[in-house]
């Protein structure tokens, strides 16, 4: 049974243990939409609402299912159809994925050492199709499979987008860095 099929009724304690433990999650979650849609403003909506559909849902998620990959889910699909309606940001047609090498199953993180205001920006630089599953990946931790499912794509999918958000994020990170050690700021300090 996946996440989001009705499980057989639940009883009150059951609904509060769930309850908390989607309230555990709050923190990731905001996280994610800041980096999905990158502001604040629109992330704590979003994220209003996400907790809104999922509280309002409780009833129907199987209580043995991991909660955390469902919110994401649900954000997710959110933040995909506010995109859609808004006419904002439209999706960057990506080349074949199936001609890309595989990627490496487990890459080191392109931000070891940096500041988060230095990751967000990179973050924030990538498309859309690359961004989703770098942040819930590498930045939630969410595994593979969940990933896959969260955005509805192919694992194999998954680790293509990652692995070129990883070389992009590199590549974006390097350039800052580089910008910022010739700064008017950076020749100035011993």
Known sequence: MTSWQRPPRQRPEQLERLERELLSHLGPVFDTAVRLCGSRVEAQDL???VYERA?????RLDPAAPARPWLFTILYNLVRNRRRQQGRHPEVELEDEADLPAAAPEEPPAWAGLTPEMLDVGVR??????????????????????VAEVLGIPAGTVMSRLHRARQQLRAALAAAISAGADSPQARRRP
């Open 47 to 49: 994220v209003q609402e």
């Open 55 to 59: 509280l309002g849902a409780t009833d």
């Open 125 to 146: 630089q990538l498309p859309l199709k690359l961004r989703e599953p770098l942040v819930l990946r590498d930045l939630q931790g969410l595994s593979y499979r969940e």
